[in-house]
């Protein structure tokens, strides 16, 4: 009878303690999508347009092309969550004259995302004023605001990025007004942008970033590296074929009332202050590989050729006019111009010094009525 | 809670005919002795992939025993011991579902990466045993136990790896190694303050008077409380204690 008892007891340890078979993998992202071509340049404006790599929080992939490019049999290919499969397979052809849909099974079985991919031609851009009104947005899946344009064609342009999606992870909205980036209801003419730097609480602080400034900017947002490498979030700046001299609008700024420094003490006698700046930049280096710029190189990188920076915010509780002009550090070249070989973004924030979690908690930043006015063609 | 009960009169019934048997004897028992273990969930989960270190975390247990001889070689044993049931493990993790929480705020989802966590347990426990005399050197016990905690934490961090918000296809953070990149949790406050379990022990005579034991404490309650969801499975306390015991009278 003892005996016995000894076994069921090591049966037990052993069972406890050993490891069981590594489970499948329940993972099912597209990480990156591309095309193989024989002369990428009929299609692509450049070379390193034709592979894409996908935001983890993302499900639409986009190819820019030339205008009037053939997408009608294509085979595109895939990296996908290893032990994944994908329907339709990749390499199949397929026409990409519409969205095509493709559903990512992950290994386990259990899991499944569906992605679209579709191909954009990039439309010229025809008038010499580009209008940002922010008129156009709506709510994510998690329940913040995102904003996209409308090309001249009426295109849906998902342009636009936040730091919304990082400041979701904290749990700290719980509606769309409450998260950093958000819809100004009564702007200056129709909808605004309303920019508030936030608290993000004690998950924030555990990870030493206490707030959240309000942000939008022209680029995309890639949020797994929140917690990393933060600067990196911010991929900035989508292709613009004009040459830009200077950006107007209207703004109003309320600093908030305590500027914190990164580690969250305050910092006696420090006023918070907006911040808009606008940079022109080449997208390709001299390799051909393409160039992009983050929160930690986009006014200090040596592809930067134009930057317009607001000097002075004073507070306003009222519209304000704003106007910046671009300081041009080198020339451009106008066929890399017309061939898509600049970037273009422009950048608003409620906290100056908020890509480095410093700032005023409540300072709000409400923007509304950009033009980008470029240079007039010949 | 029932299947506790049941056990513990189950218990009483074999071992309560021989108390009355009489010629029996009282004897008192101090015991030294310190305690390794884990707390760890009954089979390990597939996703648990690797135990990076396992650091001996020793806690002293300090306990007295009186014993009633019964008839025969048998014998009931109760008592009440001070002791510590501690905890520090790195392990190495594939899509575990957990919840890193700070303050009031918390973030839910699958990891794959490392985590360090760290239990404390303070208690006074006290074990219901029957005790049978194999050899005048050799004494086994077995029976329930209960514990009253007066300490409890469980706190730690994930670490080197990635963390998909709510399941493996939400949003995907990259968490780094150190303090400002990694993300803690502590879960102490929805530690159970009563935990219970059984015992199993074997006292070894080395004179007339003292000896040494051994003991394997196996908890049958989660040491969380019931609905606890923040991570995967329920973690059960089982600690090993090795020691010295003397006869007071």
Redesign the interface.
């Known amino acids: 009878m003892?005996g016995r008892?000894y076994l069921i007891?090591v049966a037990?340890l052993l069972?406890?303690?050993?490891?069981?078979?590594?489970?499948l993998?329940?993972?099912?992202?597209i990480e990156t999508a591309w095309l193989q071509l024989d002369n990428p340049e009929q299609m692509f404006y450049k070379e390193s347009d034709m592979q894409i790599t996908v935001p983890?929080?993302s499900n639409r992939i986009v190819f820019t092309v030339r205008e009037g490019a053939d997408v009608s049999a294509l085979a595109l290919y895939f990296t996908i969550t290893p032990g994944a499969s994908i329907e339709p397979a990749s390499g199949s052809v397929h026409d990409f004259s519409r969205p095509v849909t493709y559903t990512v099974t992950?290994e386990d079985g259990e899991?499944?995302?569906v992605y679209t991919v579709s191909f954009r031609s990039q439309t010229k851009t025809l008038s010499d004023t580009v209008k940002m009104d922010f008129e156009h947005y709506r709510l994510s899946q998690?329940g913040y605001a995102v904003w996209y344009e409308l090309s001249e064609d009426g295109e849906e342009r998902p342009v636009w990025a936040s730091g919304n999606?990082g400041f979701n992870?904290?749990?700290?909205a719980s509606n769309p007004q409450e998260y950093p980036t958000a819809v100004l209801e009564n702007g200056y003419n129709g909808a605004g942008l309303r920019l508030t730097t936030r608290s993000t609480?004690?998950?924030g602080?555990?990870?030493?970033?206490r707030l959240a400034a309000g942000n939008l900017f022209l680029g995309e947002f890639d949020?797994?590296?929140?917690?990393?490498a933060s600067l990196k979030t911010t991929r900035f700046g989508i292709p613009f074929a004009r040459k830009p001299v200077k950006v107007t609008g209207f703004y109003q700024y309320a600093p908030g009332a305590t500027y914190t420094g990164p580690n969250g003490r305050p910092v006696p006698g420090r006023t918070d202050q907006g911040d808009i700046y606008a940079v022109f930049y080449r997208n390709t280096d001299a390799a051909g590989r393409r160039v992009t710029l983050y929160g930690d190189d986009v006014l200090t990188s040596p592809h930067v050729v134009a930057v317009a920076r607001m000097t002075d915010m004073a507070p306003a509780d009222y519209w304000t006019a704003f106007e910046m002009t671009f300081s041009y550090l080198g020339d451009v070249d106008p066929e890399l111009l017309k061939e898509n070989g600049y970037n273009f973004t422009i950048v608003f924030s409620s906290s100056f010094n908020g890509a480095m979690f410093e700032g005023a908690v409540g300072s709000t930043l409400l923007i509304d009525k950009v033009r980008i006015i470029c240079e007039t063609e010949e | 809670m029932k299947r506790h009960v049941i056990i513990a009169i189950l218990l009483l019934t074999v071992a309560l005919p021989r108390l009355r048997a009489a010629g029996s004897e009282w004897i008192y028992t101090g015991r030294l002795g310190f305690s390794v273990g884990g707390t760890a969930p009954m089979g390990m989960p597939a996703t648990i992939r690797e135990l990076n270190s396992f650091k001996l975390k020793a806690s002293y247990s300090v306990g007295f025993d009186i014993e009633r001889r019964l008839s025969g070689s048998w014998g009931l044993l109760t008592g009440l011991r001070a002791e510590g049931k501690d905890m520090d493990i790195d392990a190495t993790v594939k899509s575990y579902f957990t919840t890193i929480v700070q303050g009031g705020q918390s973030l839910a989802g699958n990891f794959t990466g490392r985590v360090v966590t760290r239990v404390t347990q303070r208690m006074f426990t006290i074990p219901v045993n029957v005790t049978r005399r194999v050899s005048d050197r050799l004494t086994l016990q077995a029976g329930p136990y209960v514990s009253i905690l007066t300490r409890a934490k469980f706190e730690g961090y994930v670490y080197d790896g990635y963390l998909r918000r709510n399941d493996p296809t939400g949003p995907k953070v990259i968490v780094g190694s150190d303090e400002n990149t990694r993300g803690s949790y502590d879960f102490g406050d929805d530690m159970r303050r009563l935990q219970l379990g059984l015992n199993l022990g074997a006292d070894w005579h080395l004179r007339k008077t003292w000896g040494c034991f051994a003991n394997l404490a196996w908890g049958i309650t989660g040491i969380h409380k019931r609905g606890f969801k923040a991570i995967e499975q329920t973690l059960y306390p089982v600690y090993g204690t090795v020691g010295i015991f003397g006869r007071i009278r």
């Open positions: 003892r008892w007891l037990c069972c406890t303690a050993c490891f069981k078979d590594e489970p993998n329940e993972e099912c992202d983890y929080q992950s899991w499944q995302r998690d999606a992870m904290t749990g700290g609480g004690s998950l602080a555990m990870v030493g970033k949020l797994s590296q929140t917690l990393t």
